[in-house]
């Protein structure tokens, strides 16, 4: 069951009139890859307007159309909802959901790992609806909580942002208990302009939070801290880190080419925990120690934390690892990048003992900063002995060249994959990472 599972159900969530009943068994913003008895929704994007489909959705069988083009205003198609404006009204399904819902609400934010906190949150939390995939802007989020089941105990969802107020119009609409900010780092550059905006953007969450509800956050940065903790003081602020100070530290840390081991230690707990878990990195630590304190937040046994994180039950959608070309190791980062999460990713692959291998992509909305950060990228890698750099793209050239020594960089795609299949050996271990519109993954099937 979904909060969205009939055409009843855009009734009481859009508060609009709808003559005919119906199941809706889908839901679809694409008429390429819409199934019979689904509800279309029409967005506007650069590109392409999805209210050029919407006689073509009714044509495959869709049971309700949502659409903001004036040329429906008055159809007498039953099937077609006229809106203002579509994403206003996805919004307002949302806010309705929202208020009617009787659970807890977690909201995840941050410039890096906050996919991954979601994950890990929603599956060691007991009856929760969590994000699907990535959906974690103005279209995605509101998708991942119509398919949410209204039986959830938790709905743990994803918030990201792009450019200033967009978490703010993300988390007033789900007015979360648990507000999560995962870290701040150098990402959307572009719009946010620097290390500041992204803080500011970030940190809009906090005023969306329930009063009596929790903020957890990291507290690597004292500056960062003193800034949150001056916004509100109706919320109770949780800190993890690597740090005794932190209200949930990591000790005892041993990274392992197979995964990660540490004890999680808290005044907050009766006892230790020991954590040995099959995802590896130190930033996975962080990503479990904000997940521990959600658990916490809910008064979750811990006992049953422990055992999902511990299990095999957590796949996370970054870091895959694979055989690859002549039985070489290959881990498929190709999610996205920005500075900091290509570092981190340096730093895990910087843990195996064989000859590694970066295979990056440009990282994108960067603004002025996209040599510097490319640069430092390249120089970070040296630094933490990675054998052999690979770029690809354009920015990735300056990356290579601060790189220095087995730095290559590429601009054409049969050139790449002609030099993997030529160079890499069964003694290797690649990772291949780069921002979303690079499509890093048409490396892989080489």
């Excluded at 969205?4 to 119906?22: C, F, H």
């Excluded at 495959?60 to 159809?75: C, L, W, Y």
């Excluded at 609400?105 to 929603?122: E, F, L, M, R, W």
Aim: hydrophobic content about 35%; proline content about 1%.
């Amino acid at each position: 069951m979904k909060f969205i599972a009939n055409t009843r159900d855009i009734e009481r969530y859009l508060r609009v009139k709808i003559k005919e009943q119906n199941v809706i068994k889908n839901i679809s913003t694409d008429s390429r890859s819409l199934k019979k008895d689904s509800l279309f929704i029409a967005l506007r994007g650069i590109n392409f307007n999805g209210n050029d489909y919407v006689e073509d959705a009714l044509e495959k069988g869709a049971v309700i159309v949502i659409t903001d083009d004036k040329r429906f205003e008055n159809s007498k198609n039953k099937k077609i909802i006229y809106v203002r404006n579509t994403i206003s009204s996805l919004a307002k399904i949302s806010k309705n959901i929202i208020k009617d819902y009787k659970g807890k609400v977690i909201a995840i934010t941050g410039s890096n790992g906050k996919t991954s906190t979601t994950k890990i949150i929603g599956k060691t939390l007991k009856c929760s609806s969590s994000t699907i995939k990535n959906y974690n802007n103005e279209i995605g989020m509101p998708l991942s909580l119509m398919n949410a089941s209204p039986k959830s105990k938790q709905l743990v969802l994803e918030i990201g942002a792009s450019k200033p107020r967009d978490i703010d119009f993300l988390s007033k609409i789900l007015n979360p208990h648990i507000g999560v900010i995962t870290n701040i780092g150098k990402s959307h550059l572009q719009q946010l302009k620097n290390i500041k905006g992204v803080l500011n953007v970030k940190s809009e969450i906090i005023k969306n939070i329930r009063s009596g509800g929790f903020l957890i956050v990291p507290n690597e940065n004292k500056q960062y801290l003193d800034y949150w903790k001056n916004i509100r003081s109706d919320i109770k602020i949780l800190t993890f880190g690597m740090n005794k100070k932190a209200d949930f530290f990591a000790t005892d840390i041993k990274i392992k080419q197979n995964g990660t081991q540490f004890r999680i230690i808290s005044k907050f707990l009766d006892e230790h925990i020991y954590i040995k878990t099959n995802l590896e990195g130190t930033h996975n630590i962080l990503n479990i120690l904000a997940s521990c304190i959600a658990n916490f937040c809910i008064n979750e046994e811990i006992d049953s934390f422990i055992k999902l994180v511990n299990s095999n039950a957590i796949n996370l959608l970054r870091q895959i690892k694979s055989k690859w070309i002549r039985g070489s190791i290959l881990i498929n980062d190709t999610y996205n990048a920005n500075p900091d999460s290509t570092k981190k990713s340096i730093d895990l692959l910087s843990n195996y003992n064989k000859k590694t291998i970066l295979i990056l992509g440009d990282m994108l909305e960067l603004g002025k900063y996209r040599r510097k950060l490319h640069k430092e990228v390249g120089e970070y890698a040296k630094i933490k002995g990675i054998d052999v750099f690979i770029g690809y793209g354009d920015l990735t050239k300056y990356a290579s060249k601060s790189f220095g020594k087995n730095g290559f960089f590429f601009n054409n795609d049969e050139d790449l994959k002609n030099y993997l299949k030529e160079n890499i050996t069964s003694k290797d271990v690649i990772l291949i990472k780069g921002s979303r519109g690079m499509k890093m993954e048409k490396f892989i099937n080489v």
